[in-house]
């Protein structure tokens, strides 16, 4: 059965320092993987994906996620993080072929504090 | 292109009573997907439709909860009976057929409490 766990369920980082956020998941086949960013009361955004090719994915924001199929992983990483950026992280894994859909499978998600 | 729209974005209902959710999926998009997310958890998925037809509801409570995609007019979410457990927010996400069925796209969600 396919999961996703994101360890981390609060961090917090001061403005301007970098993030890394956790990502594993369990999955039987080659997964397509994305992460999403949810601010408060809102709806969730796609921050990147990942299908195939290079395991280095550029995003928006400025994030950035790699894939490493040996750690069964892809955590999302941002250089100088702003304080816009707090808000909900989560991480998910889907099919890549499918004839019943592309439901996608959610992390329980990281909650991002960033400090002055 | 409006995106996902999503209405009521919050709605208050008592125990007993009748919820329903609405999705407008983007223009061009051809499949929805629900989720709902309770306090402190992911999304967990409910139910994936076309046009006039479920494909895959394995996500979806035995009792109570239904969903339709109609050929004319928004996909419904509809929850019968509401009890306090299911005060949630509910998202609805929609993707295209083809190339770029794998992306979706979500709503800003619809927020259901129950008294």
């Known amino acids: 059965a396919q999961s996703v766990t994101q360890p981390d369920i609060h961090i917090t980082v001061s403005e301007g320092a970098s993030l890394e956020l956790r990502c594993n998941y369990s999955?039987?086949?080659?997964?397509?993987l994305f992460w999403y960013v949810q601010s408060p009361g809102q709806g969730l955004q796609l921050l990147l994906k990942y299908f195939s090719g290079d395991t280095l994915v550029q995003g928006i924001k400025g994030f950035e996620a790699e894939f490493k199929r040996s750690q069964s992983s892809f955590n999302l990483r941002k250089p100088s993080v702003h304080w816009s950026d707090a808000a909900e992280y989560f991480c998910?894994?889907?099919?890549?072929?499918?004839?019943?859909?592309?439901?996608?499978?959610f992390g329980k998600g990281t909650s991002l504090l960033v400090t002055p | 292109n409006a995106g996902v729209m999503q209405n009521p974005r919050h709605l208050v209902r008592r125990r007993g009573q009748e919820a329903r959710l609405r999705c407008s999926p983007m223009?061009?998009?051809?499949?929805v997907y629900w989720y709902r997310q309770l306090p402190e958890e992911g999304l967990k998925f409910m139910v994936y439709l076309q046009k006039e037809n479920i494909i895959d509801e394995s996500g979806m409570p035995k009792e109570r909860f239904s969903a339709e995609f109609p050929k004319e007019g928004p996909s419904i979410l509809r929850i019968q009976q509401v009890v306090r457990g299911d005060s949630a927010a509910y998202f609805c996400?929609?993707?295209?057929?083809?190339?770029?069925?794998?992306?979706?796209?979500f709503g800003a969600g619809s927020r259901l409490t129950v008294l």
């Open positions: 223009k061009g998009h051809s499949h």
């Open positions: 998910a894994v889907g099919p890549s072929n499918s004839n019943s859909g592309y439901a996608l499978n």
């Open positions: 996400a929609s993707s295209p057929g083809g190339p770029g069925a794998n992306v979706l796209t």
């Open positions: 999955y039987g086949a080659t997964p397509y």
